[in-house]
C-alpha cells in the first residue's frame, strides 16, 4: 500500500513565512557582516598607520639632507685643487732600474 503524504499550507501563512524569511536572514548574516567590516576597518587603520610612518620617515630624510647640504664642513683638504697645480714636467725619457739595482757582485 503507497503512503501519500499531503501537506496543506493556508496562503496566510505562506505570506507570513515569506514576509519575515527576509529579515530573519539578516539577523542570521548580520554577525558575521559585522566581523568584516571590523577587519576591514582594521586593515584600514594599518595602511593608514603605515602610510604615517613613510612620511615620517620621508620628512626626517629631507631635513637631515638640509641641514647636510647647508652645513658649511670645518675640514680643509689636505691636497690643494687639482687645477690648482700645474702638472708636474715630464723629460720624456723614463730612468732604468736595470743600471742602479745592486746586483751583489764586485
Known sequence: MPTTFELTIDAYVLLLIHRY???GGLF????ATVQ???R???LEQEM???HAEVLTVQREYH???SRV???TSPVIPMKNNKNDEPPPHS???RPSLRKDRPTGTD
Open 21 to 23: 524569511r527576509g529579515p
Open 28 to 31: 542570521v548574516q548580520e554577525p
Open 36 to 38: 568584516k567590516e571590523r
Open 40 to 42: 576591514i576597518h582594521q
Open 48 to 50: 593608514l598607520d603605515a
Open 63 to 65: 631635513e637631515l639632507e
Open 69 to 71: 647640504a647647508s652645513d
Open 91 to 93: 723629460t720624456g725619457r
